[in-house]
């Protein structure tokens, strides 16, 4: 059984009204990688690195990893994005990352994720003076503006890929073998193309998820793999011309498939 603990705390303000904050500490068991980590709490490696100061990946069992913290901001009238920014000790450009706003425009009811204000970009005492200033403005021109209305799109669920038992049984067999490929890059972005790997999951909804291509032959489908040069990924989709020692690994765009070329990498099976 998985062991995580969790404190909770509340934060308000005169005028701000925020949910419940969260923060977690996990203890690693014995089989755990820093990607599955993440991926159970909806994370990244990078964060978890970042937030625990590790210099690699490498964790062992019984080591306690904090998770980021985050709290949910409920907009109320009058609010901006510059005004919540300043109060929380963050940016708007940090409130519109973690949000995937295209526009500084928000409605009244609207939940919006605030990380750790720890972790934020810290802004100097000039550029807060500034922002709150400009916070001011926006909110006597807003009196003037029309309220728009944005569908909030629910984050896009990483489908589970499962593997048959001989499939398991392959994995187990390979697990911690490295071996010599030659690596392309694919996008989902190209005209024809669904979007949906061998095993199910849907790239266009997942763009950034690491998924490699693979000869079942050689790396069973459902593995968990570290790639050199591109980090943790699972092997879930299959290609008519990736047979052998040959693997596509998934980029987001066609830019970065085309940065990436043809390369001879070392692939790791972890699991």
Not at 21 to 33: F, L, P
Not at 73 to 84: A, N, P, Q, R, T
Not at 110 to 135: G, R, Y
Not at 210 to 239: C, F, H
Request: net charge negative; charged share 30%.
């Amino acid at each position: 059984m998985k062991k995580f603990f969790v404190s909770l705390g509340f934060a308000a303000t005169s005028f701000l009204f925020v949910l419940p904050v969260s923060a977690a500490e996990y203890q690693v068991e014995k089989g755990d990688n820093l990607w599955s980590i993440a991926e159970e709490h909806k994370t990244s490696v990078a964060e978890l690195m970042e937030t625990n100061n590790l210099e690699s990946d490498l964790i062992f069992p019984e080591q306690k990893l904090e998770i980021d913290k985050e709290l949910t901001y409920i907009v109320e009238k009058g609010d901006s994005l510059s005004e919540i920014a300043v109060e929380h000790d963050v940016t708007v450009s940090d409130l519109k990352e973690w949000n995937n706003l295209e526009t500084d425009l928000i409605i009244i009811g609207e939940k919006l994720m605030i990380k750790d204000s720890k972790k934020a970009t810290e802004e100097d005492t000039d550029q807060k003076a500034q922002t709150k200033q400009t916070a001011k403005e926006d909110k006597q021109q807003e009196s003037t503006k029309q309220e728009s209305t944005q569908e909030e799109t629910p984050e896009a669920s990483e489908p589970a890929v499962e593997q048959t038992n001989s499939e398991k049984e392959a994995s187990s067999e390979k697990s911690g073998e490295t071996i010599s490929v030659s690596a392309t890059a694919y996008t989902a972005q190209c005209e024809g193309c669904s979007g949906v790997t061998a095993t199910g999951i849907d790239l266009n909804e997942n763009p950034n998820m690491k998924v490699i291509a693979v000869d079942p032959n050689v790396i069973p489908l459902g593995s968990r793999v570290y790639v050199e040069g591109y980090g943790e990924a699972i092997a879930a989709d299959t290609g008519g011309a990736i047979k052998g020692n040959k693997i596509d690994i998934h980029v987001p765009n066609k830019d970065e498939a085309t940065d990436w070329g043809v390369r001879t990498v070392d692939v790791t099976i972890l699991e």
